[in-house]
């Protein structure tokens, strides 16, 4: 699944956007089922999104890799018992939830072992992108969950994250690991990297003894996960070159490698409304529609496009763009694609 950065731009059918979609490669990572909460409109969400990047852009498909999984899938005692078990028995679990499938067949990715965000699979999918000669700009959205333990480390939640009452461990992707790996992709393709996080960052959420309606959370790992991320990151990312060990006391995030768009402030939620098509998320709505109909021209920036999103007036959460290069206009388009980049 690559593309070659001597072909022509792709046309846009809609014409929306002048941008080489030929140079661009997208990850899209949606969950709406955990084990121990359902969420909605997360992959509904970022297939929207991917809507965008193939009818607006003109991205191929081809050059898109979804991490899918919806809560409407699994309706067979069977299914659900997939995210308790894949964790012992990865390849047995899998099967388990192919046979469970019936009469949805056509939902399922071809290649499904990779196609479910698992920890495993979003790391190896994420590092791919550093090895694969033919990328120059990545697009990465994430619609999820994410968890703030003890307000120290902020993480993203796979899919088999450790379930309840478990005696395997599998943890959050912590902010450490998730940095250190656009690090890596930065190292070997410049910094033209836009990381989206439509999910909640406050810990005072997934604290919450009782979920909230309307509020993208999942239940707390146990009070060991710190450490047990931390290990985890350490043991996948130690060998690759400019590593900084994530155990450092005065580890910071590598800010030069991307720019992030975020749902919220730290200590707001990610909200959802009900739209035409089920539930949607406030602020994937607002980030699609702005693109698609909003007052932007090809020299809008980063930070032009977080200014121009207009969320409801009863919602109230302020969506962030961060980033060095968040000046840089939209897509990085004035990167200079056929260039090293300059760190």
Known sequence: ???????????????ASPVDASRFWAVLIGIDMYSSRRLSGCVADTKAIEEYLTKDLGVQKH???????????????????????????????????????????????????????????????LLSLSTNSEIENEYLPYEGTSVADKGSIEALSPIDRTPPDSEVTIPDISDREINSILKEISRTKGHRITLILDCCHSSGVTRSLTPQNGVRSVDPLPDTSIQDMLDAAHIRLRDLPGYRSVYEGDWH??????????ACREYENAKERKGPNGNSWVFTQALIHTLKHGDLTEESTYLDLVRALKLPTNVKQTPIVAGKHKEA???????????SSSR
């Open 1 to 15: 699944m690559s593309f070659s950065s001597d072909q022509r731009p792709a046309k846009d059918q809609r014409n």
């Open 63 to 125: 050059r898109i890799q979804r991490l899918f999984s919806t809560s409407s899938q699994p309706r067979t005692k069977s299914a659900v018992s997939f995210i308790h078990s894949i964790a012992k028995n990865a390849r047995t679990a899998l099967r388990h939830l192919r046979d469970s499938f019936t009469g949805n067949s056509k939902d399922l990715p071809l290649d499904i072992e990779s196609s479910i965000p698992t920890r495993a699979n979003i790391i190896d999918t």
């Open 253 to 262: 995030p590598d800010m030069d490698s991307h720019v992030v768009l975020a």
């Open 329 to 339: 206009r939209l897509w990085y388009q004035d990167s200079g694609f056929g260039e």
